[in-house]
C-alpha cells in the first residue's frame, strides 16, 4: 500500500464558527457523489452549544467540495432544543439514503456535555431521517427509541451499516444521565431496522463490563458477510487504556463472538476489506505523538501487524495520560488529531479520513488516498 495524494475537505481557518472539526464521516453514492460530515464548532468542548451537524458535497470524485451546510434544523426532543453533535449517511438503496445524526440536550447551554461528580452526559437522542432523491431533501427527523435503554445518553459510535441479508444497524453506546449518581455499567451495542431504517427494535448488547469500558466501538460488514466491531478499551481498575480489541458476528449481526486482544495501542477506526482476502484496520495511537495507521490481518482478524502509516503528527503535542474518568474525558476533550475512518472507493484504492490541526479548537476534516 502507498499514499498517492493528501488533501483537506474542510479546513475551518477562517470560520470562527466552525473552526473546530470533529466526528468526520464519509458515505460514497452509488452515483459517484461523495458526502462527508463533520461536527462543526467555535470550540471542540467541554460545551455543546455551537455544535452543528455539517455536510460537504462532492460530485468529481472528491477533486472539489462544496462549503459546508447544515442539512438538518436541530429538532426540539422532549420539550428540549437541541444541538446536532454526530451526523452521518449511508445509502440503503439508490432510493433510500439514511441520516442517522445525535440530537444532544441544549436547553441548558451553560453545562457542559460531561458532568465531572457524576461521569453522566447530556440527553443524547438518536434521529434519522430519508431522503429519496440523493439527499437534496429530507423526511423529518425521527426519534430511534431503543427500548432496552429508555432513558439513557445513546451517543453513536459511527456510520450507519447494512448487513448482507439486508438489515441495517446503528451503532451506538450506552451512558449514564447527566445527574445519575449511582454506579453505573457502560455498554456498547447496535439497534436494527428489517424495513431500510424506518422501524427500529432487535437491539443486541455486545459488551457490558463492569471493570472495563469497551468504547468507541466501529462496525462494519465485510464482502464475505462477517459483521466486525472493534474498540478502544480502557481499564476502570488500571485507570489506563489497554489494547484494541476486536470481534465479529457470523450471523448478521444477532449475536457476536468472543472479544480478543489484537495486540496494537490505540484507538481504532473500522475494518474493511484489503486485496487478496486482506483485513484493513485504521487506527490512532497517541501513547507519545498522535501516529496513525492502517495495520493488516492476513488470517480473517486473528492476528495484526502495522502496513502503512497514514500520519505522523511529529511532535509531542498530546500523549496519554493514566487517569481517572475525569481526566480521560479531559484528555479526549483535547486532542486534535482523531477519529481516523477508511472506505473503499475502488478496487484499487481507498480513502483515509480523520480530523487534524495544529491545536485542539483548530482543527480539519483531512484525508489520504491510498492505492490498496
Known amino acids: 500500500m502507498k499514499i498517492i495524494k493528501n488533501g483537506i475537505i474542510y479546513s475551518g481557518e477562517n470560520t470562527p464558527s466552525l473552526s473546530s472539526c470533529a466526528f468526520p464521516g464519509l458515505c460514497r453514492l452509488k452515483n459517484g457523489t461523495l458526502l462527508a460530515t463533520f461536527k462543526g464548532a467555535e470550540t471542540k468542548g467541554p460545551y455543546n452549544k455551537t455544535d452543528k451537524g455539517m455536510t460537504c458535497i462532492s460530485n468529481d470524485g472528491g477533486k472539489t467540495w462544496s462549503a459546508p451546510f447544515e442539512a438538518f434544523v436541530p429538532p426540539v426532543v422532549d420539550g428540549n432544543q437541541t444541538t446536532i453533535r454526530t451526523l452521518y449517511y449511508t445509502e440503503v438503496s439508490e432510493s433510500n439514503l439514511l441520516a442517522v445524526c445525535n440530537a444532544v440536550d441544549s436547553s441548558l447551554e451553560e453545562l457542559p456535555y460531561y458532568n465531572e461528580e457524576t461521569e453522566g452526559l447530556k440527553y443524547t437522542y438518536i434521529m434519522v431521517s430519508h431522503s429519496a432523491d440523493g439527499g437534496k431533501t429530507w ?11 429508555k432513558g439513557m445518553p445513546l451517543p453513536l459510535t459511527g456510520a450507519p451499516f447494512v448487513t448482507r441479508d439486508g438489515r441495517v444497524g446503528i451503532q451506538f453506546e450506552v451512558n449514564k444521565p447527566y445527574y445519575e449518581k449511582e454506579y453505573w455499567v457502560h455498554h456498547s451495542a447496535v439497534v436494527f431496522s428489517e424495513d431500510g431504517g424506518y422501524t427500529w427494535g432487535n437491539e443486541v448488547v455486545i459488551t457490558d463490563n463492569p471493570d472495563i469500558y469497551y468504547w468507541d466501538q466501529r462496525v462494519d460488514t465485510l464482502d464475505d458477510g462477517r459483521i466486525v466491531d472493534v474498540f478502544w478499551t480502557f481499564d476502570r481498575n488500571k485507570g489506563d487504556y ?12 444477532r449475536s457476536f463472538g468472543t472479544l480478543t486482544d ?76 482523531g477519529h481516523p475512518y477508511i472506505e473503499r472507493l475502488d478496487d484499487n484504492t481507498a480513502i483515509a479520513y480523520y480530523y487534524s490541526g495544529p491545536s485542539t479548537h483548530r482543527t480539519d476534516f483531512c484525508y489520504a488516498i491510498i492505492e490498496l
Open 139 to 149: 423526511s423529518p427527523l425521527s426519534r430511534v427509541d431503543v427500548e432496552t435503554f
Open 262 to 337: 489484537i495486540g496494537l495501542v490505540g484507538q481504532p477506526g473500522n475494518v474493511i476489506d484489503g486485496k487478496d482476502g486482506r483485513m484493513l484496520l485504521i487506527y490512532i495511537n497517541r501513547d507519545t505523538v498522535p501516529v496513525i495507521r492502517i495495520a493488516e490481518s492476513l488470517d480473517k482478524g486473528k492476528t495484526w501487524k502495522d502496513a502503512l502509516t497514514v500520519f505522523d503528527y511529529g511532535e509531542n503535542t498530546k500523549g496519554k495520560q493514566n487517569a481517572g474518568m475525569n481526566d480521560v474525558w479531559a484528555e479526549m476533550a483535547a486532542f486534535s488529531t
Open 242 to 253: 489497554v489494547n484494541i480489541h476486536y470481534c465479529e458476528s457470523t450471523d448478521g449481526g
